[in-house]
Nanobody
C-alpha cells in the first residue's frame, strides 16, 4: 500500500506564501517523480509543477517564477514552496507519485 499524504494548506492573503508537503512511502520515493496538481472550484484538475529524480518543471503560464519544488529523499517528502500567491491559486492541491498514486489533497485559499 502506497501512502501519499499532503499537508500545509491554509488561508493566506494575496502576496503571501505557503509551503505544501507531500510525504510518500520511503520505499518508493526515490524511484519516482512527483507532480503537483490543483483543482479550483468548478474547474478540472490541472497540472502545476513536477519534480522527477532528474529535475523539475513548472507550468510556465501560471506559476513559473513563483513556485518552487524541492525534495528531501531522507524523509521521503516533496515540497511545493508557493510565493507571491494570487487569488487564482486558490484550490485543492494534490500530489501524484509516479504518475499513479494520488494523495487526498490540501486546501489553499488566497484571499484578497
Amino acid at each position: 500500500q502506497v501512502q501519499v499524504v499532503e499537508s500545509g494548506g491554509g488561508l493566506v492573503q494575496v502576496g503571501g506564501s505557503l509551503r505544501l508537503s507531500c510525504v510518500v512511502s520511503r520505499s518508493i520515493f526515490s524511484a519516482y517523480g512527483i507532480d503537483w496538481y490543483r483543482q479550483a472550484p468548478g474547474k478540472q484538475r490541472e497540472w502545476v509543477a513536477g519534480g522527477s529524480t532528474g529535475g523539475v518543471s513548472f507550468d510556465e503560464h501560471s506559476v513559473k517564477g513563483r513556485f518552487t519544488i524541492f525534495r528531501d529523499n531522507t524523509s521521503g517528502t516533496s515540497y511545493l514552496q508557493m510565493n507571491n500567491l494570487e487569488p487564482e491559486d486558490t484550490g485543492v492541491y494534490y500530489c501524484k507519485v509516479g504518475g499513479t498514486w494520488w494523495g487526498q489533497g490540501t486546501q489553499v485559499t488566497v484571499s484578497s
